[in-house]
């Protein structure tokens, strides 16, 4: 979960929310307090799974959005209501940012299969066609085209 409840009327609420002490939590500013606070809400917030704190966060102003992997982001509501992801030639993948009203920004081209820049990039800092066929043969660095013992 990420928490942002700066404001005093938001962190009040989580506060609240989250059955807290307000006495115990009342130095929100006071960085000296910040170790211990973070202490107990990481210890609080692993008692319950990410979508039991989104039921019990959801639609209210404390400020929190949860965390979600890169499969989950193009599916939360908030990122389909913003229109953050698009599809394009069949990959979903990030709109472009910002977005202009008289000049809206589009996609230009495909995104690049994985790998298909890391011989480029690799020897760009510097190894030695050797050195990345190596790592290629290891395994270390997923490449456009598999290298063979042949190659």
């Known amino acids: 979960m990420s928490i942002c409840s700066l404001e005093p009327q938001f ?3 989580l506060i609240e929310k989250l059955d807290l002490d307000a006495a115990e939590f009342s130095r929100q500013m006071d960085r000296a307090a910040w170790p211990a606070y973070r202490e107990r809400l990481s210890a609080l917030f692993k ?3 990410r979508a039991e704190w989104c039921e019990l966060l959801e639609g209210s102003d ?5 965390v979600l992997s890169l499969m989950e982001a193009p599916d939360h509501p908030h990122n389909r209501a913003r ?3 698009v599809e394009h030639d069949g990959v979903i993948q990030p709109a472009p940012a910002p977005r202009f009203t008289r000049t809206p920004g589009a996609i230009q081209s495909p995104s690049r299969p ?6 480029t990039l690799l020897a760009e800092l510097g ?3 050797d050195e990345i066929r190596e790592l290629g043969k290891a395994g270390a660095i997923q490449q456009a ?3 063979t013992q042949s190659n």
Do not use: W
């Open 145 to 147: 085209r598999p290298v």
């Open 83 to 85: 229109g953050t992801f």
């Open 47 to 49: 008692q319950k799974t």
């Open 114 to 119: 994985p790998g298909a820049d890391s011989e």
């Open 62 to 66: 404390v400020c929190f959005a949860p």
């Open 11 to 13: 962190y009040d609420e």
């Open 127 to 129: 190894l030695s066609s």
